[in-house]
């Protein structure tokens, strides 16, 4: 049971570190917390659901879709929203209200659309049945989203250290004034990485069907909760870091489930509470904030 | 000063008087009959509170098409009804303040709970307070029913003790002759499941035949089963039990089916109460043969008042076509019996007086049978009449399943099909 | 100078108090009683968060955790040791007193940090109150009932209380040298210690004042609706609509969290109402609006033409 554990909380946590990358990001760049971040997560889902029951696109045909839409729609989101919200007195505090809102109309426009209740996508799509790992049987949807978390992670990695762009971004990340000062387009520069960290959302979102069984239109706020956990357990700006906090969520939910079921849920919150008063500069961290 | 007083005494006077007299005249209809209730329309419990909403508006449609409600106590005449609706967002502190609005404000002649007991908690204290009879829906919670408070009763979902009886008669029974020894019980932790659960671990303990492998709690919110199927799986129970909400349902029978385990017997409260849900979301062929509650959406009862379940589908289906958001299921035929309820209540109250709408409701139970079988109380006001029998998703065709009721024998229509 | 200090002192008493008398008279007057209490509830909770927002300039977005404690203070009290329900309420401000002793370390984060700490650890007091295993003491997920001491008078008039408490509290900030000095950290706290202040104490004292007060609110609501679900005593909407009374007001002001509470809330009930099919989604957009356009809340269309607001 133990070794079972491991390895189901391994893959299961990748999933959490593909949802926690997005929200990793614009922190990270911003110093805003997006609240709707699990909200965009959600429409995700939707998007995926719909584009197969009314056109029968294979999810990860959709995932394609959702990933360029969403990232193309971040930028004019941004725009109407951050630079605005950015030059208010307590930005970092005013974000957590005003995505609430956000995350109130997106849930709102969706529950009046779809309805309320669960939706998914047949099982078959992934695959049925299991693949069996050491004597653990896991379900092969696992296995594509841990691929595909793997893939974004890489992404964002190739992209933050590898590409001129990334190379602002991570700039903007140390400081924002003195990027704005050496001339840098901060604001282009973080509505490309509010646009990935949709995209990254959506992607996730693609996926919630097979890892939670079902989506509904209030889904965002459990979601939210966790990939805080896993973003400040892992460190922030780092994508390595969330793969990390990613992976010790899952396996100690698996273990919680296996062996302290009913308090697995405490879990994510003490996790947190935890790495922040202990450590507060996550786990991979070198002491870039003051606490 | 002292005119006043006398005045106030006359007044008082002619009050007891009235009130002595008997109903001689008729007193003078209303215009109209006031229904308050709440909805939720978004949040965690909209997916069990829409298709109750919807249902009630239908039997109020299909009433006001008739002219109304045909009240003894104002001699017979029609009166039509007017709802009053109002959305509640799954947040208690908003229903409270709602329910007290419904009362205090628009004074409707009958209140009806929000569905779900989370919803219907605070309007329990609140209806008592103001002696506000409250119709409660789905309200199970057994905190709310006590023989000091007369302004409540449950409408539909029995106590949640009383309905999974049949499962542990079941195993212990008919399932102990065919081999099952052993049972695991995964429960949600919330006041709904968490009830069933801690009765069936009761039942099976105190008949000592099928023994309680693995009883394990999950928070409410938990979406994926994998591990979990997997620690059961290695107990080696015959039968598993797993009581959650649709979502947790969905989210166990998909991963069980990913598993590849195979359970002799296996049950989940939605696979049958909401079985189209279940169905659309995990496939036919994870939930084929698994067992389930047969609750009235899926059990032609023989109605004496309203439309056969057969009748009322197609009408649901014809006003909500699939792909409004609003499955139907238990929760739909919860919201119209509520509606038959209330007809057969105003049709013989004395008045709507509170006390007299409390005498009306509970005179009709044991006699009133609906769509949804039989509506008998308990003293207290908790709902003991509805039998859920325990059935069986049997394949019928190609890609379609029978919920099949298959205990006890006397509402049996069908036999079980254990797994080997 | 001192004179124009103690009328401004005496001004902010006055505003006090004719807020706790209007809703001591509305009870008279309107009949929706539990509107009138989530008012000052709402009235209550959104100035116990700008004693510690407002002048310390840390947010707990978690804050409902206080009141959960103090729901459940006082229904443990009821239930175990058969107080009765004055006695009770002091259980309800001792659990919220000793909630927030421990969690005086989350004082060292600052921002977001804390902010999300502060909800993780109502989230995780919620999982320990709500678990089965503990139904024996908190009830668990089933939920208490306490119709033993249901009192909607008294509770409503002992709600009222607590609210004018915590407004003279603030007023008592507003106007006192330990208010200015908080201020000063939440400006500068390198500044203020080297000044002689002690940040340390400030904060703390801060702290554990706005739970308090968060905690007996929490009690007075379990009196006065007496049969509760943890979902009802923990819902984070609680929290959000504080925080956002608070801002949309106006933090450090006294009237800024009033004025937020009786707009907004206001507002809110209305719409729930009248249109109830978009309330959620018109919310929603409000709360967008009012932080683009308003961030520093309503008394900065005055503050910002260098008008002093109450």
């Not at chain 1, 239109?217 to 973003?231: K, Q, S």
């Amino acid at each position: 049971m133990l070794i079972g554990a491991v390895i189901a909380g391994i893959f299961f946590g990748l999933y959490f570190t593909l949802v926690g990358l997005g929200l990793n990001l614009v922190f990270g760049v911003m110093r805003i917390v997006n609240l709707a971040h699990g909200d965009v997560l959600m429409l995700g889902g939707v998007a995926a659901w719909a584009l197969f029951t009314s056109l029968g696109l294979h999810p990860l045909v959709s995932a394609v879709l959702v990933l360029v839409v969403f990232l193309v729609a971040g930028l004019p989101v941004y725009y109407a929203v951050v630079p605005r919200l950015l030059r208010s007195r307590d930005s970092e505090m005013l974000s957590l209200i005003l995505f609430f809102g956000l995350s109130q109309m997106i849930e709102a426009v969706t529950t009046i659309s779809i309805g309320a209740t669960e939706r998914s996508l047949p099982p078959r799509l992934m695959g049925v049945g299991p693949i069996i790992l050491f004597g653990t049987r896991l379900p092969k949807a696992w296995f594509y989203s841990a691929a595909a978390s793997a893939i974004a992670v890489l992404a964002v990695y190739f992209y933050l250290y590898r590409t001129r762009l990334g190379t602002l971004t991570r700039a903007v990340m140390v400081s924002r004034d003195e990027a704005l000062a050496t001339g840098i387009d901060v604001n282009m520069v973080s509505a490309v990485a509010f646009g990935i960290s949709l995209a990254l959302a959506g992607i996730a979102g693609v996926f919630a069907p097979f890892i939670m069984g079902s989506i509904t239109p209030n889904m965002g706020v459990a979601i939210n909760l966790t990939a805080f956990a896993v973003i400040v357990v892992g460190t922030l700006g780092n994508p390595l870091g969330t793969l990390l906090g990613g992976i010790i969520y899952g396996v100690s939910l698996m273990l919680m489930q296996t062996y302290l079921s009913s308090w697995a849920n405490l879990l994510p919150n003490l996790l947190l509470i935890g790495v922040l008063l202990i450590r507060p500069e996550g786990l991979l961290g070198r002491k870039v904030r003051r606490a | 000063m002292r005119s006043k007083l006398l005045a106030l005494g006359v007044l008082a006077a002619s009050g007891i008087a009235m009130a002595r007299a008997p109903a001689q005249a008729q007193p003078a209809a209303p215009s109209q009959i006031t229904i308050g209730e709440l909805y939720a329309s978004s949040g965690p419990y909209a997916s069990i509170s829409m298709p109750v909403y919807n249902a009630f508006k239908m039997w109020v449609d299909e009433t006001n098409a008739k002219g109304g409600v045909q009240m003894q106590a104002f001699g017979n005449k029609r009166i039509p009804i007017k709802l009053i609706a109002y959305d509640d967002q799954s947040s208690t502190a908003t229903a409270a303040t709602l329910y007290n609005q419904l009362i205090t404000q628009d004074h409707v002649d009958l209140l009806i709970a929000d569905s779900g007991s989370v919803l219907t908690s605070v309007g329990v204290p609140i209806a008592r307070e103001h002696k506000q009879f409250l119709f409660d829906v789905s309200g199970t919670g057994a905190a709310f029913f006590s023989d000091d408070n007369p302004y409540i009763a449950l409408m539909a979902d029995p106590v949640s003790t009383i309905w999974p009886h049949y499962i542990s008669d079941y195993l212990n029974d008919e399932g102990y002759k065919e081999g099952i020894r052993t049972v695991a019980i995964l429960y949600s932790t919330n006041d709904f499941t968490g009830t069933q659960a801690a009765a069936l671990k009761g039942f099976f303990e105190r008949d000592k035949k099928v023994k309680v492998v693995y009883y394990q709690g999950v928070p409410t919110n938990t979406s994926n089963y994998t591990v979990l199927i997997n620690n059961i799986a290695a107990q080696n129970p015959d039968a598993v039990l797993e009581l959650g909400y649709v979502g947790n349902d969905i989210a166990f029978l998909r991963n069980l089916q990913d598993s590849g385990n195979q359970f002799r017997f296996v049950f989940t409260i939605y696979g049958g109460t909401e079985k189209e849900e279940i169905e659309k979301n995990v496939g036919v062929s994870a939930v084929a043969n698994t067992f389930s509650y047969v609750p009235a959406s899926n059990y032609e009862y023989k109605p004496e008042i309203g439309m056969t379940q057969t009748e009322f589908r197609a009408a649901w289906e014809k006003k909500y076509p699939s792909g409004s958001g609003v499955a139907f299921g238990a929760n739909a035929i919860y919201g119209y019996m509520t509606g038959l309820v209330i007809q057969r209540t105003l049709e013989t109250t004395k008045s709507l007086d509170q006390m007299a709408i409390h005498d009306a409701v509970f005179a009709l139970s044991g006699k009133l049978k609906t769509l949804d079988g039989t509506f008998e109380l308990r003293k207290d006001g908790a709902q003991i009449g509805e039998v859920t029998p325990l059935g069986q998703l049997q394949p019928a065709g190609k890609d379609d399943l029978k919920l099949v009721a298959v205990y006890p024998p006397d509402l049996a229509n069908g036999k079980a099909v254990l797994g080997k | 100078m001192h004179s124009s200090r103690t009328r401004r002192a005496i001004l902010d008493a006055a505003i006090a108090t004719s807020v706790v008398a209007v809703m001591g008279i509305a009870r008279g007057v309107y009949s929706n009683e539990l509107m009138l209490f989530n008012f000052i509830m709402f009235l209550t909770l959104s100035q116990g968060l700008n004693i510690i927002y407002g002048f310390t300039g840390y947010l707990p977005f978690g804050y409902v955790g206080f009141f959960g404690a103090g729901a459940y203070g006082f229904a443990l009290a009821v239930m175990h040791l058969h107080l009765p329900a004055f006695a009770a309420m002091v259980c309800a401000g001792l659990a919220a007193l000793v909630l927030s002793v421990i969690l005086l370390p989350l004082l060292r984060l600052s921002g977001a940090y804390f902010a999300i700490a502060s909800m993780a650890a109502a989230q995780a007091l919620y999982e320990v109150i709500a678990n089965p295993d503990l139904e024996n003491v908190t009830k668990g997920p089933y939920g208490v009932s306490l119709s033993g001491v249901f009192a909607p008078a008294a509770s409503y008039y002992l709600a009222l209380a607590i609210l004018a408490v915590t407004l003279m509290l603030v007023v008592w900030l507003r106007n006192s040298r330990f208010g200015m000095s908080l201020q000063a950290i939440r400006d500068d706290s390198v500044s203020a210690s080297m000044a002689g202040i002690s940040v340390v104490r400030g904060r703390t004292v801060a702290w554990t004042l706005s739970a308090v007060i968060a905690g007996l609110v929490g009690g007075v609501f379990a009196w006065h609706i007496s049969v509760f679900y943890p979902d009802t005593a923990f819902d984070l909407s609680v929290s959000i609509f504080a925080t956002v009374f608070l801002l949309f007001g106006g933090a450090t002001t006294l009237v800024g969290p009033l004025l937020g509470v009786f707009i907004l809330y206001g507002v809110y009930n209305v719409i729930g109402i009248a249109v109830p099919q978009y309330f959620q989604f018109t919310y929603g957009a409000l709360i967008v609006l009012l932080v683009l356009f308003l961030p520093n809340g309503l008394v900065s269309l005055l503050t910002s033409r260098g008008i002093r607001v109450p």
